[in-house]
């Protein structure tokens, strides 16, 4: 019964662990994908928008490093949402300049994406194994080992055994309670899309886009 308790809390916390990695990635594309966009805007909207989507990048990044939940994340993910705000803001100017045009449609559209994605990467990041099965692991395990102890003093042998299973238990608990911690512990959720798309940007930006609208 407590392998299987066991069992359970481990899979949901790699769950949520790979939605977070996932989320991480999707959001790095997101934003590529704009920033590659946001460069065949027309002057001023378009240097506007790419210095626009480097700050947003870095906000990304910062929320990465961040407790969910925590005054940093908070603070982060509210950078973020001005960002977004102010991105918005120029998408509709280059819209109202060049409504029939290809590129600001577009842009709009994976713009739209890339804000609703944030939405996303922190309800993953939110996302916590519940409590009361944290709970129940730890109370579950400590009863079995307990009654696995007592047995065998009451024979007089297995302390070898008592002590394997106590290590192999702690081990399991230790993992879950890691895996759901995403910007503690030993396993951690890389934010490495994150931080090379932001490298790629500091190179020149690979499009032009038009002096006229």
Same mark, same amino acid.
């Given at each position: 019964?407590?392998? /299987?308790?066991?069992?359970? !809390?481990? @899979? $949901?916390? +790699?769950?949520?662990?790979? %939605?977070?990695?996932?989320?991480? *990635? =999707?959001?790095?594309?997101?934003?590529?994908?704009?920033?590659?966009?946001?460069?065949?805007?027309?002057?001023?909207?378009?240097?506007?928008?790419?210095?626009?989507?480097?700050?947003?990048?870095?906000?990304?990044?910062?929320?990465?490093?961040?407790?969910?939940?925590?005054?940093?994340?908070?603070?982060?993910?509210?950078?973020?949402?001005?960002?977004?705000?102010? /991105?918005?803001?120029?998408? !509709?100017? @280059? $819209?109202? +300049?060049?409504?029939?045009? %290809?590129?600001?449609?577009?842009? *709009? =559209?994976?713009?739209?994406?890339?804000?609703?994605?944030?939405?996303?990467?922190?309800?993953?990041?939110?996302?916590?194994?519940?409590?009361?099965?944290?709970?129940?692991?730890?109370?579950?395990?400590?009863?079995?080992?307990?009654?696995?102890?007592?047995?065998?003093?009451?024979?007089?042998?297995?302390?070898?055994?008592?002590?394997?299973?106590?290590?192999?238990?702690?081990?399991?608990?230790?993992?879950?309670?890691?895996?759901?911690?995403?910007?503690?512990?030993?396993?951690?959720?890389?934010?490495?899309?994150?931080?090379?798309?932001?490298?790629?940007?500091?190179?020149?930006?690979?499009?032009?886009?038009?002096?006229?609208?």
């Amino acid at each position: 019964m407590v392998g /299987l308790i066991l069992a359970f !809390g481990l @899979a $949901l916390a +790699v769950g949520r662990y790979e %939605s977070r990695r996932a989320a991480v *990635v =999707e959001d790095a594309n997101r934003i590529g994908t704009t920033y590659l966009r946001a460069q065949t805007l027309a002057e001023p909207v378009r240097s506007d928008s790419v210095d626009l989507l480097r700050r947003y990048t870095d906000t990304s990044i910062r929320l990465s490093e961040s407790v969910p939940s925590s005054d940093e994340a908070r603070r982060a993910q509210a950078d973020g949402e001005v960002l977004q705000r102010e /991105l918005w803001r120029l998408a !509709g100017q @280059a $819209l109202d +300049v060049a409504p029939t045009a %290809s590129a600001p449609r577009l842009y *709009v =559209e994976t713009l739209n994406e890339m804000i609703d994605q944030q939405t996303v990467r922190v309800a993953a990041l939110n996302n916590r194994v519940p409590g009361p099965v944290l709970a129940l692991e730890v109370i579950g395990a400590a009863a079995a080992l307990g009654l696995l102890a007592f047995y065998l003093a009451l024979v007089g042998r297995g302390v070898v055994t008592v002590v394997l299973a106590a290590a192999l238990v702690s081990g399991l608990l230790l993992v879950t309670f890691d895996l759901d911690r995403p910007t503690r512990g030993l396993i951690e959720v890389p934010d490495t899309p994150l931080t090379d798309l932001r490298a790629s940007m500091s190179l020149p930006p690979a499009a032009t886009g038009p002096t006229e609208p």
